[in-house]
């Protein structure tokens, strides 16, 4: 296996597998995540233009990278950033929002699962219901149906088998995808009922 002295530009190097690091504590992510942040500010800093999925996708990670060390202002700031890139009018008020509402809880501990509720409560109800209620919706019965347990099994099926190949090496873009299901692992979907709760009570507002 490559030591990360070794990576070709844009490689990264897992310290374990992707199912792994779903499911293991986020700290796994730390090392790693200095190179990526990194490689992504370089990124942005050399851009000469680009369209604008491509930064969306950048100020996405930028945000997942905060979210994973408990900056809240950050994440909202780069959500934002990646929001107003969105094409698409349902993306435009949705994307993101929930990771800001879960990274507000994760840097406030003693905020119980009330109040997230009440903030779910408060920011989808301000939404134009015509644009998202259908996507609401949908969202909120798959938030419901999502374990644990079944997001580790479905990147230990896909995910470990696409890096068993490369030694645990990965693209950036991977890397991030896998990031992004750590932190629903592990801030997410403990807080699901919380969350669900908070989208039914939206969801009664428009039977």
Do not use: C
């Amino acid at each position: 296996m490559k030591q990360p002295q070794e990576l070709a530009p844009g490689e990264h190097l897992l310290p374990a597998t992707p199912s792994e690091m779903v499911a293991g504590p986020l700290k796994l992510w730390e090392p790693l995540a200095v190179r990526m942040e990194a490689e992504i500010h370089a990124e942005l800093a050399a851009a000469q233009g680009g369209d604008a999925a491509w930064f969306r996708d950048r100020y996405l990670w930028l945000a997942q990278i905060a979210q994973l060390r408990a900056r809240p202002g950050e994440v909202r700031a780069w959500q934002q950033r990646a929001r107003r890139l969105q094409s698409d009018p349902v993306a435009k008020h949705l994307s993101g929002v929930v990771n800001e509402l879960v990274a507000d809880a994760v840097a406030a501990p003693r905020r119980n699962d009330a109040a997230l509720r009440v903030a779910v409560r408060k920011r989808f109800a301000a939404m134009p219901w015509d644009v998202v209620g259908a996507s609401v919706r949908s969202f909120r019965a798959q938030l419901a149906a999502s374990t644990q347990a079944g997001l580790v099994e479905a990147y230990r099926k896909r995910a470990d088998q696409q890096v068993s190949f490369s030694g645990l090496r990965v693209t950036l873009g991977l890397a991030m995808q896998i990031l992004g299901g750590s932190l629903q692992h592990s801030q997410v979907l403990p807080r699901s009922a919380a969350l669900v709760a908070g989208l039914d009570d939206v969801l009664a507002l428009h039977p």
